[in-house]
């Protein structure tokens, strides 16, 4: 399957990435590691996309595009890809759209993974990091510590990232429903968006996932066959 994953801040797209991934034997293409890896590996994208990012601008949408389109014609996404964190946009989208056509292929759905607003808040206000080990990561309501304000691992501080602030996360929020929601509402005209509640446990909103991308293909496939 070909797939685009969307969600807001503190969904957990990046851990349903990994787990859909794996459970459906196709690549988990990020933003994050298509950047790192074109930039690492000095590809002319790559050295494109750090021009700007040097200069303190933002990389153009067609930088990004060539990134993804490049991975996505690797060998191990002959058979589908995740694409988590891209498209950001409905321009992005549309260029998606042109790029997957030129190569022959479509996307087959749009997971949209739906939180409610304060509890994403709560997800994201309430993490507390190590200052000794950034990897210990602990939650205030889902996740305490043994002892309040000290890392279980190391007994390092633990503090609250000026990123996680319910002030920032609300500005993120904000972000998300202005620029990149929209993508939400131009893909389900295309019939491919599948939205489920991701509260719960994380093996239970990637089952939830799993069957709502099954109920998707075999809709697809009878509508392939009936055509």
């Given at each position: 399957?070909r797939?685009?994953?969307?969600?807001?801040?503190?969904?957990?797209?990046?851990?349903?990435?990994?787990?859909?991934?794996?459970?459906?034997?196709?690549?988990?293409?990020?933003?994050?590691?298509?950047?790192?890896?074109?930039?690492?590996?000095?590809?002319?994208?790559?050295k494109?996309?750090?021009?700007?990012?040097?200069?303190?601008?933002?990389?153009?949408?067609?930088?990004?595009?060539?990134?993804?389109?490049?991975?996505?014609?690797?060998?191990d996404?002959?058979?589908?890809f995740?694409?988590?964190?891209?498209?950001?946009?409905?321009s992005?989208?549309?260029?998606?759209?042109?790029?997957?056509?030129?190569?022959?292929?479509?996307?087959?759905?749009?997971?949209?993974?739906?939180?409610?607003?304060?509890?994403?808040?709560?997800?994201?206000?309430?993490?507390r990091?190590?200052?000794r080990?950034?990897a210990?990561?602990?939650h205030?309501?889902?996740?305490?510590?043994?002892?309040e304000?000290?890392?279980?691992?190391?007994?390092?501080?633990?503090?609250?990232?000026?990123?996680?602030?319910?002030?920032?996360?609300?500005?993120?929020?904000e972000?998300?429903?202005?620029?990149?929601?929209?993508?939400?509402?131009?893909?389900?005209a295309?019939?491919?968006?599948?939205?489920?509640?991701?509260?719960?446990?994380v093996?239970?909103?990637?089952k939830?996932?799993?069957?709502?991308?099954?109920?998707?293909?075999?809709?697809?496939?009878?509508?392939d066959?009936?055509?």
């Amino acid at each position: 399957m070909r797939i685009v994953l969307v969600g807001p801040p503190g969904a957990g797209k990046g851990t349903q990435a990994a787990f859909l991934a794996k459970n459906l034997s196709i690549p988990h293409i990020s933003t994050g590691d298509l950047f790192r890896s074109n930039i690492n590996r000095q590809t002319e994208l790559g050295k494109l996309a750090k021009s700007y990012m040097d200069a303190g601008n933002l990389v153009p949408d067609e930088v990004t595009i060539g990134m993804a389109r490049d991975r996505m014609e690797q060998p191990d996404a002959v058979n589908g890809f995740l694409l988590d964190g891209f498209p950001r946009n409905v321009s992005q989208a549309e260029a998606l759209d042109q790029a997957l056509k030129a190569d022959g292929v479509e996307l087959d759905a749009v997971l949209d993974l739906e939180v409610p607003e304060d509890e994403v808040v709560k997800r994201i206000a309430g993490r507390r990091i190590c200052r000794r080990d950034s990897a210990h990561v602990f939650h205030v309501v889902y996740s305490r510590p043994k002892k309040e304000g000290v890392c279980d691992v190391c007994s390092g501080e633990l503090y609250q990232r000026d990123d996680d602030s319910e002030e920032t996360v609300r500005r993120r929020l904000e972000v998300y429903h202005t620029q990149t929601e929209p993508i939400i509402d131009y893909y389900r005209a295309q019939g491919l968006v599948v939205t489920i509640s991701a509260l719960g446990k994380v093996d239970e909103v990637t089952k939830r996932a799993m069957d709502a991308l099954k109920r998707e293909g075999d809709t697809n496939s009878v509508s392939d066959a009936s055509a």
